[in-house]
């Protein structure tokens, strides 16, 4: 569940533009997220994304 107010310090993140992003602390405000690789065989971070990811307030 997503709650602004209270950073989940079991998560970092530091992607401003998402809209579970805790304002100033990089953390993120869910509870859990999901991790997924857009490769079938991922061999670098760039292929693995947070699937929990949404956009915030259209600035995407």
């Known amino acids: 569940m997503f709650n602004e107010s209270k ?4 998560i970092h993140c530091s992607v401003k533009a998402c809209e579970f992003h805790c304002g100033d602390e990089n953390y993120c405000s869910l509870n859990s997220i999901q991790v997924a690789s857009h490769e079938k065989h991922p061999t670098d971070e760039r ?3 947070c699937r929990s990811f949404a956009c915030k307030g259209g600035e995407c």
């Open 47 to 49: 292929c693995v994304d």
């Open 7 to 10: 950073p989940n310090h079991n």
